[in-house]
């Protein structure tokens, strides 16, 4: 099983499954660790954001989720 699989059976599907946008900051941070060090802890944060996290509305939000998107997506070819 990839580490992508793991991951993703270790966070579930819970419908009820809530968490708040990250601070772009956090998000940029999340970006560096998958991107440059490979993180899959902050793999694991990245896909739990990408996968519970609300829609962005804009402004903040949407740059936070901009780079956990990519991150997220980017971080699929190392993990799978």
Do not use: C
Not at 47 to 73: C, K, L, N
């Amino acid at each position: 099983m990839s580490i992508y699989s793991e991951i993703s059976k270790r966070i579930g599907w819970d419908k009820d499954t809530k968490v708040s946008i990250p601070s772009v900051e956090d998000a940029r941070d999340l970006h560096h660790e998958v991107m440059v060090n490979k993180s899959e802890d902050a793999y694991e944060s990245v896909f739990r954001y990408q996968r519970f996290a609300p829609s962005p509305d804009g402004g903040d939000d949407e740059v936070a989720m901009r780079f956990i998107h990519v991150a997220y997506e980017e971080g699929r070819r190392f993990f799978l």
